[in-house]
T-cell receptor, first 113, second 115 residues
Framework: AQSVTQLDSQVPVFEEAPVELRCNYS??????LFWYVQYPNQGLQLLLK??????LVESINGFEAEFNKSQTSFHLRKPSVHISDTAEYFC???????????FGTGTKLQVIP | GAGVSQSPSNKVTEKGKDVELRCDPI?????LYWYRQSLGQGLEFLIY????????KSGLPSDRFSAERTGGSVSTLTIQRTQQEDSAVYLC?????????????FGAGSRLTVL
């Protein structure tokens, strides 16, 4: 079965510093990968997705993630965070041919002024 | 509608009562998911509907939980004889298939508190 691991439950980082949120998945078959963001008291929003093509995908607010098949990873990065990035981030995976989306346990990003 | 709509947004109930949570998916989305988000936990898959196919109920935690989807649109999640451990945010998502993958759009959730 597909599983998604987010090792860091909380990541504190100072404003304007870089950040990396780690995500690893387990699948030997083709996989689609996603990052969702949940701002306080809101629902989940799609941040970015890898479906095919370029292994580096970007969001409109400066985040990027790179699909690394050999390391089965899809880490989320941002070179300079803002206070407004404070939220919980969920990595998710979907195996081709089976449409149940599996989520990681989430990483709370706390941006410190 | 423009997004996935869930109701009620908040529900407080007494232990042992039944509750119904409703989800209106985005028009044209053929797949619908229910997840549960408990405090300090990730998202727990509950059930998945795809078109007219039999739903994937593999995530329902007990037989007190059931869900239906009428006319391929609105879905209702029913929890019978609620227990305190059922307290959580119940999230509904509908999806559009892009490049062979279901890309989920979530509603704001229904927060259930069982006293």
């Amino acid at each position: 079965a597909q599983s998604v691991t987010q090792l860091d439950s909380q990541v504190p980082v100072f404003e304007e510093a870089p950040v990396e949120l780690r995500c690893n998945y387990s699948s030997s078959v083709s996989v689609y990968l996603f990052w969702y963001v949940q701002y306080p008291n809101q629902g989940l929003q799609l941040l970015l997705k890898y479906l095919s093509g370029s292994t580096l995908v970007e969001s409109i607010n400066g985040f990027e993630a790179e699909f690394n098949k050999s390391q089965t990873s899809f880490h989320l990065r941002k070179p300079s965070v803002h206070i407004s990035d404070t939220a919980e981030y969920f990595c998710a995976a979907l195996s081709g041919g089976y449409q149940k989306v599996t989520f990681g346990t989430g990483t709370k990003l706390q941006v410190i002024p | 509608g423009a997004g996935v709509s869930q109701s009620p947004s908040n529900k407080v109930t007494e232990k042992g009562k039944d509750v119904e949570l409703r989800c209106d998916p985005i028009s044209g989305h053929t797949a619908l998911y229910w997840y549960r988000q408990s405090l300090g936990q990730g998202l727990e898959f509950l059930i998945y509907f795809q078109g007219n196919s039999a739903p994937d109920k593999s995530g329902l935690p007990s037989d007190r939980f059931s869900a239906e989807r009428t006319g391929g649109s609105v879905s209702t999640l029913t929890i019978q004889r609620t227990q305190q451990e059922d307290s959580a945010v119940y999230l509904c998502a509908s999806s559009l298939v892009i490049s062979g993958a279901n890309v989920l759009t979530f509603g704001a959730g229904s927060r259930l508190t069982v006293l």
